[in-house]
């Protein structure tokens, strides 16, 4: 297996720590005067969107303040294009455009920062890099985005205001929710009704065939209905496993725009997790021969890289019962590996 170069390894690290979900938004500066008081303004992109948020009043040393600290993101965030260039020409995977405007907005409205967490394929394509390997091109593609909302109390964690009032002051933000929130991103985005249609929709579809799905860790045995993410205006479905593989997720940043920072699981529990899923699936199933393949691709580069790691979230999930052991050592011999007993 490949190790990616260090030059590619350091750009992604900058890019890391310059990328912080709670640095202040880039965008432009412009100025209106409104009943004779000059008024800043700041202009952001929120997916396919851009948003003008009112700052205040252009002689407040304080408003001057946060406005030339967004000019001072927007340059940073140049150079962070740049960057992000560099990584995609040296073959460093990202999504698609679609996926990319997605995760920005759920990103700038604060989704990942207060907990969700990405899962999937968009996520795996986030550890080659967060890895240091070449994992190939197979499995990385797909239109669906999967978050786990790992609390029920999920909500929005920034608003913005909007445009001002007739006093040139801004009205109480909006309530946005979920499909108000990807349409930001793609105004054709509806909500896939639930079998009770009074329920909120757990999936979202946009007219190009991209899907947004909301899972949950299941909380009570036997629970299948979507449980309601009232702050999202959305439902989430609970799953089996899910607490385990979202459990001390880490930051990444998807290379799209100027870099979107997500929460991501763990590689070595997404590999662990994937073993499990596909013996969950009907035995020739596409998606299980792909979830196979992701787990021993990330295992054979956690061996390299980090088997500390891979070890303890092995130990982790054959503690957790018999179900559990079955599934991962079926799982194991599928992709070659010995089958383990837990302590």
């Known amino acids: 297996m490949r190790r990616l170069s260090l030059a590619v390894q350091t750009i992604y690290a900058d890019l890391v720590q310059k990328v ?11 100025v209106k005067i409104v009943r004779g008081v000059e008024r800043l303004y700041a202009s952001e992109r929120h997916g396919a969107t851009r948003i003008q948020r009112y700052l205040g009043p252009a002689h407040d040393p304080a408003i001057v303040a946060i406005a030339d600290t ?13 960057n992000i260039t560099m990584l995609k020409s040296a073959g460093v995977q990202g999504p698609s455009q679609d996926v990319g405007r997605v995760l920005e907005v759920m990103s700038r409205a604060g989704l990942f920062r207060t907990g969700m967490v990405l899962v999937g394929t968009i996520a795996f394509q986030t550890y080659p890099i967060l890895l240091g390997y070449d994992l190939g091109g197979s499995g990385m593609m797909t239109q669906d985005v999967d ?5 029920v109390k999920a909500s929005m964690g920034a608003s913005d205001s909007g445009s001002e009032d007739d006093d040139g002051m801004s ?9 108000g929130l990807l349409k930001r991103a793609d105004p054709s985005f509806v909500g896939v009704p639930n079998l009770d249609r009074k329920a909120y929709p757990n999936k979202f579809t946009a007219a190009n065939g991209l899907d947004v799905e909301l899972l949950t860790p ?40 100027a870099g979107v920072p997500v929460l991501v699981p763990q590689p070595a529990r997404y590999a662990v997790h994937k073993l499990i899923v596909a013996q969950l699936r009907e035995a020739h199933s596409s998606k299980a021969g792909k979830d196979r393949m992701q787990a021993k691709v990330l295992m054979d580069a956690l061996d390299d890289g980090d088997p500390d790691a891979l070890e303890d979230a092995l130990d982790d999930a054959l503690s957790r019962g018999l179900s559990w052991r079955k599934h991962i050592e079926a799982g194991l011999g599928q992709i070659g590996r010995a089958a383990r007993l837990a302590d």
């Open 218 to 257: 299941v909380r009570k045995r036997d629970e299948d209905n979507p449980v309601a993410l009232a702050g999202l205006g959305a439902s989430a479905v609970p799953l089996q496993y899910l607490e385990y593989l979202v459990q001390d997720a880490v930051p990444a940043v998807v290379l799209h725009g």
């Open 20 to 30: 912080s979900p709670d640095a202040p938004l880039p965008g432009s500066i412009s």
């Open 70 to 82: 967004i000019r001072r993101e927007e340059d940073i965030a140049k150079q962070r294009r740049k």
């Open 147 to 151: 978050v786990v909302a790992a609390s």
């Open 171 to 179: 009205p109480p933000p909006a309530t946005l929710d979920m499909l």
